[in-house]
């Protein structure tokens, strides 16, 4: 940002919840090490490329904000749905929420359930979600999905064990200490029309 557009920048800055601070007073400052070059590779090939092939929009603008979304053409299994229902895929945004987690679970649970109204907002505007007839997540946080109105589809036992590993290997890059909620990953799912009235 350039000098000249500090005062107009900060001012967006602040209505997106960010706050300026001296270096010293960001949260989580320390001199980086390896395990810090390794999380700056793995962001910027293995994120960045399965973003990139799986057109994942990124809706992680507020500074509190968790989630991204991407639109299928399909309803993959176990979705009640005919396959070639088109649908929309959460993905969590994970340095953030490890992040929001680090400072507390309840902050984190909150931004959470907050980020679905990004989701909705963009369910609404942008045109590769228009036909999404259904929102949906693989994830171990499906308990705060299910306390949000999702329902719960069970994975086949080989797929659960292939995303438990997934999610195994994020939390070894991430670096989260805090053991997820539950131990095997689900479907959670709402119809388009359910999570608009929700969270529209």
Same mark, same amino acid.
Request: no cysteine.
């Given at each position: ?7 107009? =920048?900060? =001012?967006?800055?602040?209505? @997106? ?6 270096? %010293?007073?960001?949260?989580?400052? %320390? ?7 390794? @999380? ?11 973003? %990139? ?48 987690? =680090? ?25 590769? @979600? ?18 949000? =109105? ?14 438990? @590993? ?35």
């Amino acid at each position: 940002m350039l000098p000249e557009q500090l005062a107009e =920048g900060l =001012g967006h800055l602040r209505a @997106l919840g960010y706050r300026p601070v001296p270096v %010293r007073d960001v949260p989580g400052w %320390r001199p980086a090490g390896p395990r810090d070059l390794l @999380l700056h590779v793995y962001t910027h090939t293995v994120e960045a490329n399965f973003a %990139r092939e799986h057109g994942v929009i990124d809706l992680a603008v507020r500074a509190d904000a968790v989630m991204r979304v991407a639109a299928l053409d399909h309803a993959p299994a176990p979705l009640p749905l005919p396959r070639d229902t088109p649908t929309a895929e959460l993905h969590l945004h994970s340095p953030r929420i490890v992040g929001l987690s =680090g400072r507390s679970a309840l902050t984190a649970y909150r931004a959470y359930l907050r980020s679905l109204k990004d989701v909705a907002a963009a369910m609404k505007a942008r045109p590769e @979600l228009q036909e999404a007839q259904a929102v949906f997540a693989v994830t171990l946080f499906h308990a705060q999905l299910e306390q949000g =109105g999702f329902a719960l589809l069970p994975l086949p036992p080989l797929r659960a064990r292939v995303y438990g @590993l997934g999610f195994r290997v994020l939390r070894l890059v991430y670096g989260t200490a805090r053991p997820p909620s539950e131990p095997q990953p689900k479907l959670a799912w709402m119809t388009r029309e359910a999570f608009l009235a929700k969270y529209g």
